[in-house]
């Protein structure tokens, strides 16, 4: 196993007085020392142990390392950019050299165990892997998989003579919700990064290592490395980095061994946007009890937020509301049911509340308990998600029964103008208020909603019933129509409100 000068120097005896001038690098780039004579030529991407005395004249050799033990280094070497370390003692530099091959014996045995254990086809087990590399890291290790779910976390426990042991808990886990949403604040950047890297998660006692994983060239989880028992150390970093490139191969030999298959709950709820028929297992995952029924929501991210990525919404909402919530991601939106009883208040606030923190809002279907009407439902959440929401986000959660007749107006409006389906006295009456600057077609709405009732429209209007009477008699004869009429009157309201939807100023 290569290593390099910043780990030669961490691993070395304590005995020994270190100092690096060198051009730092993290890259593992140096096989087994050489022990350096007079007169021997330099060769690139060699590693030398010598004495500072028999240091040659510098010379531009690219990528050697030197270890020099003696006195002082001659000042020509320090801008050399050829990396060096000096250890100013009198060891024999015989002893360095065997100690730097200790080392190299000692790193070479864990590389080796990591390439046998990954080697291994029948008994290949991917929690030996992550022991041997908490062993060499000396800090816990913790897998996540494409949900945000803990897959392995390393724990660990003294013994009565206080020395560490560790074990694997594989039993899935999902994080708690105020870690997740820090999670969410940086997992749209992070998840991007192929490459290793620090957490930005800020906690203050606490730093994260991390490499996502992209065994088949697409997400698929991530590994990290958490200071739990000691800060990190520069060497810590390239030794990491060796370690993770071997957990890449490991994951994607798990993936193929435990492939995670699609619930049969997300396969059966895809199968049903799709309007494709259930088996009689999958209609068993559907059945209701006498005092449940279904609502059809469809979540959209909100403007202008870090919304948590779509795969991991959906995946952890199926598990915070276990059994009661199913969810897929289809055409691109999270559309998904909750099963709710006769007191609904209890899912829907935990709902409420999770969505609102990840940054997303639902759109909500009435209730309904047959599936034979599925699109009609869907349709009821995306109305209310592209037409109910818009920044700043007072709200999370948009139902569908709370507007049914803005959809309904809306929809009679799509053939024809809202103008065009006015009657020409209403129209006479809005225009007359425009032109004297009365309030005849609000007087009429409010005494309509009120159910023709002088009392509470007089309230409502803040007038005198005197006032309200002699404006109800002038409106009548304007409006030249009987009121009586409970068809009439369904008319006129319906009417209004098509009139307050197209923004009439009479209104306002």
């Not at 004495?51 to 030197?66: E, N, T």
């Not at 606490?206 to 088949?216: D, E, K, S, T």
């Not at 990491?240 to 492939?259: I, P």
């Not at 055409?331 to 940054?359: A, P, S, V, W, Y």
Request: aromatic share 12%.
């Amino acid at each position: 196993m290569k290593l390099n000068l910043e780990i030669i120097r961490t691993y070395l005896p304590e005995n020994a007085t270190l100092k690096s001038y060198s051009i730092e690098t993290h890259k593992l780039i140096f096989r087994r020392p050489i022990f350096y004579e007079k007169g021997m030529t330099l060769t690139e991407g060699c590693l030398y142990v010598m004495r500072v005395k028999d240091l040659p004249a510098p010379a531009s050799v690219p990528g050697i390392g030197i270890i020099c033990v003696g006195e002082r280094i001659p000042s020509a070497w320090f801008t050399s950019g050829i990396q060096m370390l000096w250890i100013p003692t009198e060891i024999s530099p015989i002893t360095i050299l065997n100690q730097v091959n200790q080392l190299y014996d000692h790193f070479d045995d864990w590389d080796e165990r990591l390439r046998d254990e990954l080697e291994k086809e029948t008994d290949f087990d991917i929690q030996r892997l992550l022991l041997l590399g908490t062993d060499m890291l000396e800090n816990p290790i913790n897998v996540v998989g494409n949900t945000l779910q803990s897959l392995f976390n390393v724990k660990f426990q003294p013994d009565s003579h206080g020395k560490i042991h560790y074990h694997i808990d594989d039993y899935p886990h999902d994080m708690d919700l105020n870690h997740l949403e820090l999670v969410k604040q940086v997992c749209t950047l992070e998840r991007a990064l192929t490459t290793p890297y620090l957490s930005s998660i800020d906690l203050p006692d606490r730093q994260y290592y991390c490499n996502n994983l992209y065994p088949m060239g697409h997400f698929v989880g991530c590994i990290s490395i958490g200071t739990i028992f000691r800060p990190f150390r520069e060497s810590d970093f390239p030794l990491a980095d060796h370690f993770f490139s071997y957990f890449q191969t490991a994951f994607f030999k798990y993936l193929r061994n435990n492939s995670q298959i699609q619930s049969s709950e997300e396969t059966a709820l895809q199968k049903l946007l799709r309007q494709e028929s259930l088996t009689k297992d999958e209609k068993a995952l559907f059945r209701l009890n006498p005092n449940e029924s279904w609502i059809l929501f469809k979540l959209k991210e909100k403007k202008g937020k870090n919304a948590l990525p779509r795969d991991y919404m959906y995946r952890t909402l199926t598990t915070l509301i276990a059994q009661n919530l199913y969810a897929s991601v289809f055409h691109k939106e999270i559309i998904g049911f909750i099963r709710l009883q006769e007191n609904e208040e209890t899912i829907l606030d935990t709902f409420d509340t999770f969505i609102g923190r990840m940054d997303y809002y639902a759109g909500l279907s009435n209730h309904f308990r047959e599936l034979e009407h599925i699109n009609d439902y869907l349709l009821q959440a995306h109305y209310m998600t592209e037409h109910y929401s818009q920044p700043p986000y007072t709200q999370n959660l948009f139902f569908f029964r709370e507007h049914t007749l803005d959809y309904l107006l809306h929809t009679c409006t799509l053939e024809m103008s809202a103008t065009s389906l006015i009657p020409g006295n209403l129209l006479y009456l809005l225009e007359y208020d425009q032109k004297k600057g009365t309030e005849y077609i609000k007087t009429l709405d409010v005494y309509l909603q009120n159910e023709m009732s002088i009392t509470k429209t007089a309230e409502a209007l803040f007038i005198h019933r005197t006032s309200l009477m002699k404006r109800l008699d002038k409106l009548i004869r304007l409006l030249d129509d009987d009121l009586h009429s409970p068809k009439t009157r369904l008319t006129y309201r319906l009417c209004l409100a098509m009139l307050k939807n197209e923004g009439m100023k009479s209104f306002y």
